[in-house]
T-cell receptor
Framework: EAGVAQSPRYKIIEKRQSVAFWCNPI?????LYWYQQILGQGPKLLIQ????????DSQLPKDRFSAERLKGVDSTLKIQPAKLEDSAVYLC?????????????FGEGSRLTVL | SQQGEEDPQALSIQEGENATMNCSYK?????LQWYRQNSGRGLVHLIL?????REKHSGRLRVTLDTSKKSSSLLITASRAADTASYFC????????????FGQGTRLTINP
């Protein structure tokens, strides 16, 4: 079974530029999550999709971050314009249902450095 | 905001010893999960314990849950160098949206 795929693995941009990250979850997984992990900290949930609907985006900085999950499969997370404090690893995860019923499967992450 | 808080933040032990990590949380939960993260990699699920369970085992892992104290512990027995990683607890709070909130993690180093 193929795991959660993310790209790119690494990205370096200047502040105020834009960046996009892509995630392809495990086939058949209805729930998709984007987490932000700053160095030395635990992952922070940015947005959670159930199929192509948003379940929770309470911690997504909506003035600069956006995410979509077209057709309930793969997803894109965009940052525009980027700030220095956005430097982090962006982790995508998926689960067959939701966290109440089981485990999350994580991708390797996309490491963003904002200069 | 982070729900779980791990203790200690860092732990260094000799290979073969047991490692114990603790997690405390603030609100009632449906389940609590433990994950491992090797440096530069994604998180890997280790074990899930539901609010009506008190203890679970998986190989060299033993997890306990005390809902009255709002705390959990992860015990790794007979540690190996390959166990060197960060360990995170994550809670699914009861009521409200289903979402998993992670703690800050414990950095475990196993010395050969």
């Amino acid at each position: 079974e193929a795991g959660v795929a993310q790209s790119p693995r690494y990205k370096i941009i200047e502040k105020r530029q834009s960046v996009a990250f892509w995630c392809n979850p495990i086939s058949g997984h209805a729930t998709l999550y984007w987490y932000q992990q700053i160095l030395g900290q635990g992952p922070k949930l940015l947005i959670q999709f159930q199929n192509n609907g948003v379940v929770d985006d309470s911690q997504l900085p909506k003035d600069r971050f956006s995410a979509e999950r077209l057709k309930g499969v793969d997803s894109t997370l965009k940052i525009q314009p980027a700030k220095l404090e956005d430097s982090a690893v962006y982790l995508c995860a998926s689960s067959a249902r939701g966290p109440r019923t089981g485990e999350l499967f994580f991708g390797e992450g996309s490491r963003l450095t904002v200069l | 905001s982070q729900q779980g808080e791990e203790d200690p933040q860092a732990l260094s032990i000799q290979e073969g010893e047991n490692a114990t990590m603790n997690c405390s949380y603030k609100t009632s939960i449906n389940n609590l999960q433990w994950y491992r993260q090797n440096s530069g990699r994604g998180l890997v699920h280790l074990i899930l314990i539901r609010s009506n369970e008190r203890e679970k085992h998986s190989g060299r892992l033993r997890v306990t849950l005390d809902t009255s104290k709002k705390s959990s512990s992860l015990l790794i027995t007979a540690s190996r160098a390959a166990d060197t990683a960060s360990y995170f607890c994550a809670t699914d709070a009861s009521g409200g949206a289903q979402k998993l909130v992670f703690g800050q993690g414990t950095r475990l180093t196993i010395n050969p």
